[in-house]
């Protein structure tokens, strides 16, 4: 783990190899998952100008911040990268520092994926014959492909989730509301190991019709099926997401009739997962299932995301996306079947792709849970 929090400065090398390649001459990284991938620094998205600067060629790499920011960059892991971290005044013009230390003329600047339009445009007012583009299209190839270490951060991850879920029968119980449910859910999160809670979904009944449904101070019945979508971010960085449905008391038929299709379209997908699969053959393995045993309709988003350093990243599980799955590459495989006006369910696993299959990272069962009343 320790590895993780000394940021090794080789992925610096590594985004610079790659955008070098993808013909950029400098990438700009605001505060947000890719800088926290690139240096350890965890910094705020505030409107003060915080940005790595990393050019391909010419002047070295150096980290630009507030100077009321550089106690805090300093103590963080980006200290220890050996770049410079240098800070701007409160009067100074942060984007002509920047532009003053890169070469002049037509530069090809690729820009994070998360940067705020007003900074971008700050940016192309400071260097006007540069041509801007998106960081994500190369650091997103980095950040796709998880190294052993980031295998393990997102496995501790996915156990500090399954703690949740296997804990469920304390909170969730019949006569209380979602809110109520989901406040307590909210602080299990952060017990289990968590640094913050990303979301938590607590959909009863005809709510878990509505695949990101929030929060309501509906109160829960005996016999209604509850989605219980969950997810949080550990101290390294790495995100959890898993979504179990229960049940206090028992279903109905029609219910139980198509939780047992969506769960063998789960399994079906999770046992399919290997090098050279495409995203959307993926996809399809499970949606194919759903389709002939009548839901098909019902089944109404993509199967997946890839996770990592963001909740939802690449490689997305989907129709049309024919990227073939690499050893190292994380993602969830989430089918779910919504009927509106009375119920949905949804069963949700991260898993990494290895060499000689997938292995799922969360561990708790898959079969509709009911809980006592
Ligand atoms: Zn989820
Ligand atoms: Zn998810």
């Known amino acids: 783990m320790g590895s993780l929090n000394r940021r090794p400065p080789d992925r610096l090398r590594r985004a610079q190899n790659a955008a070098a390649e993808a013909g950029i001459d400098v ?3 605001s505060p947000g998952p890719d800088l926290r991938y690139l240096t350890g620094y965890a910094a705020l998205p505030l409107e003060r100008l915080t940005c790595l600067v990393l050019p391909t060629t010419g002047p070295e790499p150096f980290l630009f911040v507030p100077r009321l ?43 994070d994926n998360h940067m705020w339009a007003e900074k971008v445009l700050a940016f192309r007012s400071a260097m006007p014959s540069a041509e801007q583009s998106l960081a994500g299209v190369v650091l997103r190839e980095l950040r796709m492909r998880k190294t052993p270490d980031e295998v393990d951060a997102l ?7 399954d703690y949740v879920h296997d804990n469920m029968a304390q909170w969730l119980v019949a006569g209380r509301t979602e809110r109520e449910v989901g406040a307590d859910v909210a602080a299990a999160i952060i017990d289990a190991g968590h640094s913050s809670v990303d979301f938590v979904i607590i959909a009863s009944g005809p709510n878990g019709a509505s695949p990101h449904h929030e929060l309501s101070d509906r109160t829960i019945n005996v016999g209604e099926p509850v989605v219980v979508d969950i997810g949080g971010t550990t101290s390294q960085g790495y995100c959890s997401d898993s979504t179990r ?19 063998s379209a789960q399994r079906a997908q999770t046992e399919a997962v290997r090098p050279g ?13 759903i389709t ?40 969830s495989v989430e089918p779910g079947i919504y009927m509106p006006g009375l119920h949905g369910a949804r069963i949700e696993d991260i898993m990494v792709c290895t060499q000689d299959g997938g292995e799922i990272l969360n561990r708790t069962s898959r079969q509709l849970r009911l809980l006592g009343h």
Not at 75 to 89: H, Q
Not at 295 to 311: K, L, P
């Open 155 to 161: 496995r501790e991850a996915a156990s500090a989730i």
């Open 277 to 289: 699969l495409t995203a959307e053959m993926l996809d399809h393995i499970g949606r194919e299932i």
């Open 27 to 29: 990438l700009l990284v």
């Open 292 to 331: 002939e045993a009548g839901y098909g309709q019902y089944f109404i988003h993509r199967t997946g995301h890839g996770i990592g350093m963001e909740t939802h990243e690449d490689p997305y599980i989907v129709s049309g996306n024919n990227l073939e799955l690499e050893p190292g590459m994380a993602f």
């Open 69 to 111: 920011e550089k106690p805090a960059a300093e103590a963080s892991p980006a200290g220890g990268l050996g770049i410079e971290i240098t800070s701007w005044d409160e009067t100074d013009d942060p984007y002509a520092m920047v532009a003053g230390r890169l070469p002049t003329g037509a530069l090809r600047v690729g820009l």
């Open 245 to 263: 449905t229960y049940c206090i008391g028992e279903p109905s038929t029609a219910f139980r009739k198509y939780y047992d299709v969506l769960q």
